[in-house]
């Protein structure tokens, strides 16, 4: 794709635009985006995995998306030790622990999911040969 003039690019990316079309209107599902070689490619939802793009995202790449979800899990279990200590202390449980420790495993749980859908996609994305979608948006 580098050596490609501007030219064809567009007339190729005009070209499965047409056909992403075509498709969404005979109901199939499919999302358009640019994959790591600079082509554009329609994805099915369960070989897009977890979407890198946006203003929002912050992780783009599993292995960061590996070190959020053990993070918020050592969060977590920090802040359940914490309750613990103070449960068994005499003014009795800190419950204000409690809080953060929910909100670190439900983060931790989002987190796993999105890895394991992740490790899905790309299988199935490379038992397909289909390239990586891109990590930023372009």
Do not use: N, Q
């Amino acid at each position: 794709m580098a050596d490609m003039s501007p030219e064809e690019r567009r007339r190729r990316d005009e070209a499965v635009i047409a056909e992403f079309r075509r498709l969404r209107d005979a109901g199939d599902r499919r999302r358009l985006a640019r994959a790591e070689t600079g082509e554009l490619v329609m994805y099915r939802p369960e070989e897009i995995g977890f979407v890198r793009g946006g203003a929002a995202k912050t992780v783009r790449t599993l292995a960061g998306l590996r070190v959020l979800g053990l993070g918020l899990g050592a969060l977590a279990v920090l802040a359940l030790v914490a309750l613990a200590v103070t449960a068994a202390g005499p003014s009795g449980p800190a419950w204000p622990f409690l809080g953060p420790a929910l909100l670190a495993a439900a983060g931790c749980a989002w987190a796993l999911m999105l890895v394991g859908r992740e490790r899905r996609a790309a299988a199935l994305r490379r038992e397909r040969g289909i390239p990586d979608p891109a990590k930023h948006p372009s």
